[in-house]
C-alpha cells in the first residue's frame, strides 16, 4: 500500500464526513479560508472566497444557506406543456 492509496482512503473519509456533517465541513471551509485571510492580511480574500465557494460546491451544497446545489449551476429542465 503506497502512499497514494492512503490518501485516496483519507479523501474518502473526508468526503464521507462533508456528506454527513455538511454544516460543519462549510464551517471549517470558513474556519481555513479566515486563517488564509488572517496571514496574508486580506491581499488575496477574493481569490480565497473564489477558493472556499469552489470547495462548497464540490462538496454538494451552497454554503448552508438556502437549498443545495444539485448540479452544474443551470436551472433544472421544465417539464413539457
Not at 465541513?25 to 480565497?48: C, E, L, P
Not at 470547495?55 to 452544474?72: F, N
Amino acid at each position: 500500500m503506497g502512499i497514494m492509496d492512503s490518501l485516496k482512503g483519507l479523501l474518502g473519509k473526508g468526503k464521507d464526513y462533508a456528506a454527513q456533517n455538511p454544516d460543519k465541513a462549510h464551517g471549517y471551509i470558513d474556519k481555513a479560508g479566515d486563517a488564509v485571510d488572517g496571514k496574508t492580511g486580506g491581499k488575496y480574500s477574493q481569490h480565497v472566497d473564489k477558493a472556499q465557494d469552489a470547495a462548497k460546491k464540490h462538496l454538494g451544497g451552497s454554503g448552508g444557506e438556502g437549498t443545495p446545489d444539485q448540479g452544474d449551476g443551470n436551472p433544472p429542465p421544465q417539464p413539457p406543456q
